[in-house]
């Protein structure tokens, strides 16, 4: 397996979750450790919204893990 720093991890994340040009997706917290283990952080308007970024974080090379601390509001 490639290993990939956590911090181009975050990088890929926050970018893929800009490119889907949905406002709450760009107020998600990203935090990766050196392990590939994300926690997603923040506010969404729908569980979808929600899911959608735990879908584009696993997606994601270099990701081992994730863990959804979303709030939906």
Request: proline residues 0%; charged residues 20%.
């Amino acid at each position: 397996m490639t290993y990939v720093k956590d911090s181009m991890i975050t990088t890929k994340i926050k970018a893929n979750l800009a490119s889907e040009k949905m406002a709450s997706l760009v107020q998600i917290g990203v935090d990766t450790d050196s392990n590939g283990a994300v926690v997603l952080s923040g506010n969404a308007k729908t569980q979808e919204d929600a899911d959608k970024a735990v879908s584009i974080a696993r997606a994601t090379e270099g990701v081992t893990s994730v863990t959804s601390n979303i709030t939906i509001k």
